[in-house]
């Protein structure tokens, strides 16, 4: 089991009243999937419910092609309590989405010897952390799971066996983040493990053999940072980053919007400020998740840019 422990310093309290509004795309479906979640017992979603659910996203994939991607940059475990320019952009993707049928998230704090996806019904809220305030631990984000969902996406994948877990549960790299895209906690919500013993291109690859998930509905988070150093952290520098971090950042950019994705599996030939921005994979892997998933054409889009504390990248990535 993966537990990054943070340190008190690395709270992040940038306020900020700019507001990222991405694109909307399927209007006319996402209304039409609104209507259906309210037409549920009190707008929520049950079990049966949730099959239909299910069920209808599959039907309509036909109309609505792909759902869109994320690769978020989750940064201090805070950001899941702040109303702040991260949290906003991430509450704003939520509602200019259609609604999901579920969630998975590929967190890079479940980095396990094992490719696992949660399957119990109600995932329990993990505060993978410490030295956070009170007010953090106290958070719960009851979202159902889906054994539904966990089933197919171990069916989906011929690459390695996965399993089924009843363990885990939701991580900061999900919770945070989710939590402020649906509040009201009824989407189900699934975690995939990612296997800390295998390379780069294993991920990139594994991750291609559940695009089917997207055309049922399910919206596909990769949860990270892909600049991420927390042994050269800055205190001071709240709203700034290292000139090595930055251009590192900016590189990522590029080769994500020109579609090369053979440099970025093969990071660690990209220099020096590489080895400096992903000492250890585990937050820059989930990246990989996302971009095996893009389909050539697709159209990606940038926000939360910056780069804070030196070494910690916030840069977001939506897919489609």
Known sequence: MYIHIFSVKLVFSVESLLVFVLPKPFTTSKMKRREFI????????????????????????????????LFVGHGSPMNGIENNEFSQNWKQFGKDIPVPAAVLVVSAHWFIPATKVTAMPKPPTIHDFGGFPQALFDVQYPAPGSLTVAKETAALVHKTQVGLDHEWGLDHGTWTVVRHMYPTANIPVLQLSI????????????????AALRKKGVLIIGSGNMVHNLRILNWQWNDKGYDWAIEM?????SLISTNNHAALINYEGLGQAAKLSIPTPEHYLP??????????????GFFNDKTLMGSISMTSVKVG
């Not at 017992?41 to 079990?47: E, T």
């Not at 950042?249 to 950019?253: E, L």
Request: net charge negative.
């Open 195 to 210: 296997d800390y013993t295998k390379p780069p291109r294993y991920h990139y690859e594994l991750a291609k053999e559940l």
């Open 38 to 69: 309210k037409s549920a017992p009190g707008g929520a979603i049950g079990m049966e419910s949730l099959k239909d659910l299910y069920k209808w996203n599959e039907q309509q994939a036909t109309q609505d092609g792909l759902m869109p991607m």
């Open 249 to 253: 950042n900016d590189t990522f950019k």
């Open 287 to 300: 990246l990989l998740y996302i971009l095996g998933l893009k389909e050539e054409k697709e159209k990606v």
